[in-house]
C-alpha cells in the first residue's frame, strides 16, 4: 500500500516562496504525479503533475512561477512556489498515479498541506 507524505505548507507573505515534498512510501510502481490544491469555497484543481520522464504541466494560474519536479529514486515530488500571491492560498494535496497491475493504476493522495499567503 503506498502512502503519500507532504512537507514544507507554511505562511508566508506575498512574492515569497514556498517548497513542498511529498514522498510516497511503499514498493508500488509510482507513475504520474502532482499537485492540486483547493481554496475555501472553491473545487479541487490541478496545480501541476509530472511523468516519470519529467514532463510537465502546469495550471496557467501558476505558470511561470511554480516549477514541479521529481526524484524518481526516492519517489518524491516537489513543488517550488515562487511570487506566491494571496489567491495561491489553500490547502496543497499530493497525486501519485500507482500502478498495480500491467493495464491497472490507482490513485493515490496526500493528507493536505496548508499554504497561507498573506497581502
Known amino acids: 500500500q503506498v502512502q503519500l507524505v507532504e512537507s514544507g505548507g507554511g505562511w508566508v507573505q506575498a512574492g515569497g516562496s514556498l517548497r513542498l515534498s511529498c514522498a510516497a512510501s511503499?514498493?508500488?510502481?509510482?507513475?504520474?504525479m502532482g499537485w492540486y490544491r483547493q481554496a475555501p469555497g472553491n473545487q479541487r484543481e490541478l496545480v501541476a503533475t509530472i511523468t516519470t520522464v519529467g514532463s510537465t504541466n502546469y495550471a496557467d494560474s501558476v505558470k511561470g512561477r511554480f516549477t514541479i519536479s521529481r526524484d524518481n529514486a526516492k519517489n518524491t515530488v516537489y513543488l517550488q512556489m515562487n511570487s506566491l500571491k494571496p489567491e495561491d492560498t489553500a490547502v496543497y494535496y499530493c497525486?501519485?498515479?500507482?500502478?498495480?497491475?500491467?493495464?491497472?493504476?490507482?490513485?493515490?493522495w496526500g493528507q493536505g498541506t496548508l499554504v497561507t499567503v498573506s497581502s
Open positions: 497525486n501519485a498515479d500507482v500502478r498495480i497491475s500491467r493495464f491497472a493504476t490507482r490513485e493515490v
Open positions: 511503499g514498493s508500488a510502481s509510482i507513475k504520474t
